[in-house]
């Protein structure tokens, strides 16, 4: 009896009309659609499918130069804050302050190689101290992934997609996030990282490594385009006393001798360069790039599906859904091996991962294919400033970029290999897919609240007094962990907990539940912003009576 209603679906939770119009509608457009391709003559199916490649490659290329100016509108906006904020020594004794600070930091430059290169640069000059870079390293990791959060509101249309999108791009966030509530307190209590890493650099201090920085392909591809646009001095990110010598970012002379400018750079905002503030070209060229990164976004999503038939995506989900535990193991390190290749070869975990997104929204990979490819891009990232610290011969800067390489390492170690413990990243992010498709505009406020507003809110803290950083963290994290672990039994073992904490319903509205705000914001911004699948039953019966009185 119970295989006949589950084969009924009598078990299952009921389909709305709407949505099985929907899926009517898109399952007879498809049928519909391959049955007008298979009438073309194969020259003209050729020769579409010629140039939706050749749209897709152009897409791409295009997405990735709007990636490259973002970063450097970021520069432009954040630069001198950058040097000025490195050059506050007292935030440094802090370690929650040095992880938000690190944070901010790979947010302001838009590229996790670029702040890591500055800190072991910083380090080997010393500037800043060991233990203090190990913290910033680990917020460095976490701010790399705004990029891809940001990426994935361009499926906000779709509230299907924009779930999914959500959750593939946060699913990364969660990953550096749990690693750094597992490796912070470690830290701190008995610098395992520094200790590790000391006795690697110690062994090999007699030894002479020569090694060459791998040419950046990425660069090399786009600088043609980008160099038209916007060029900046990365001389200048690199040394923070430059820094605040310098009038400005951008790179006006293209050749010098004996500091005498013999050719000026040719590019869109040479004219107003030196004249203009940074922030005021950094913030024209940040809503061009956002504008450029949007229509390759939208154009990417849909040439994507033009050529990604049903057979392609039921032969990925008959791989990805198999029962065969060993395939599914093997699949895990080949994607994480193939996600930290791919980094290397590109010179930027942000990229990959932002390419990706795209895939994860149209269903093309799931989440949990997702997972191990950004846990390889983490790992890939740390190349460039390994072979950068190896290279400098510096035993300091050396120890800080194996610091890098380690908590990744170690990150991986506890969050792949276990499948309980794997099963962790993965749901909190499809919970936070599912609340950005509910509320939509839950995604502004957790890129704002995430990557903003808690790291400055911590680093306005550290300025005040150690202490306040420490109680600030605790009241943040400890509820956190409570709402967890009684999750966790409230799912599996309710029999565990009293009869009260069963449920949330002896918490206020506003404590358990995202409707308050979303009501709030509906009376703000004139109903736009609607829950999803939340119908007032009432007002709805009221609004379908006939004159009668009847439904």
């Known amino acids: 009896t119970v295989t006949i209603c589950k084969q009924a679906d009598i078990f299952d939770e009921p389909v709305p009309i709407e949505k099985k119009i929907a899926a009517t509608s898109k399952q007879s457009d498809e049928s519909t659609d391959e049955s007008t391709q298979s009438k073309r003559p194969l020259a003209l199916r050729v020769a579409l499918l010629v140039l939706r490649l050749l749209a897709l490659l152009l897409c791409l290329y295009f997405f990735v130069c709007s ?3 973002m970063s450097s509108a970021f520069r432009l906006l954040g630069g001198r804050q950058v040097g000025e904020l490195l050059s506050n020594n007292v935030v440094f004794a802090n370690p929650v302050a040095c992880l938000m600070m690190g944070v901010l930091l ?26 203090s870079s190990v913290y910033m390293i680990m917020g460095a990791n976490i701010g790399t992934t705004v990029t891809n959060t940001i990426v994935s509101l361009g499926q906000i249309g779709d509230r299907e997609e924009l779930e999914r999108a959500f959750a593939g791009a946060t699913v990364h966030d969660m990953f550096n996030w749990l690693t750094v509530l597992v490796l912070l307190p470690l830290e701190m209590a008995s610098g395992a990282l520094t200790s590790l890493t000391g006795l690697i650099v110690n062994s090999n201090a007699n030894s002479t490594i020569n090694v060459d920085k791998p040419p950046d392909f990425l660069k090399a591809i786009t600088s043609p385009f980008t160099g038209l646009v916007i060029r900046l001095d990365s001389k200048l990110l690199k040394d923070p006393e430059l820094l605040r010598n310098s009038s ?38 940040l809503a061009l790039s956002l504008a450029a990164l949007i229509g390759c976004l939208v154009g990417l999503v849909r040439i994507l599906r033009s050529l990604l038939e049903s057979k392609v995506k039921t032969t990925i989900e008959r791989v990805t ?19 930290a290749g791919l980094t290397i070869l590109v010179q930027s975990s942000s990229v990959l991962t932002s390419a990706l997104t795209p895939l994860v929204g149209t269903g093309v990979i799931t989440v949990e294919i997702m997972y191990p490819l950004a846990l390889g891009s983490n790992l890939g990232t740390t190349t460039t400033g390994l072979l950068a610290a190896l290279a400098s011969g510096s035993d300091s800067s050396l120890q800080t970029a194996l610091v890098h390489l380690f908590f990744n390492l170690f990150g991986v170690l506890i969050w792949l290999p276990v499948p309980l413990l794997k099963r962790v990243p993965i749901a909190l992010a499809k919970k936070l897919g599912a609340a950005t498709a509910a509320y939509r505009w839950f995604a502004i406020v957790y890129i704002l609240l995430a990557f903003l507003l808690l790291p400055l809110m911590f680093f306005a803290l550290s300025l005040l007094h150690t202490a306040a950083v420490y109680v600030a963290f ?16 409230q799912t599996h073992r309710p029999d565990w907990l009293p009869e009260f904490l069963r449920t949330w319903d002896f918490l206020p509205e506003p404590l358990r539940s995202l409707a308050p705000y ?11 912003c609607v829950k999803r699948n939340q119908v007032d039953i009432t007002a709805g019966i009221e609004s379908g009576k006939n004159s009668e009185g009847t439904v």
Request: with cysteine.
């Open 474 to 489: 605790g009241l943040l994290v400890a509820p956190m962990l409570v709402a967890g672990v009684v999750g966790l039994l």
């Open 67 to 69: 990636l490259d100016l």
């Open 321 to 339: 859904r198999t029962e065969n535990r060993c395939l599914l193991f093997a699949m895990d390190y080949i994607s994480l091996l193939v996600g």
């Open 106 to 131: 790979t947010v302001l430059v838009q590229s996790s190689s670029t702040s890591t290169s500055l800190i072991i640069t910083m380090v080997g000059a010393q500037i800043l101290e060991l233990r």
């Open 248 to 285: 400005t970012l951008i790179k006006v002379c293209c050749k010098t001798s004996n500091s005498t400018c013999l050719e000026k750079c040719q590019f869109m905002f040479m004219e107003v360069a030196g004249h203009w503030a940074d922030a005021i070209i950094g913030g024209i060229l």
């Open 518 to 528: 979303d009501r709030l914001l509906s009376r703000i911004c004139g109903c736009c």
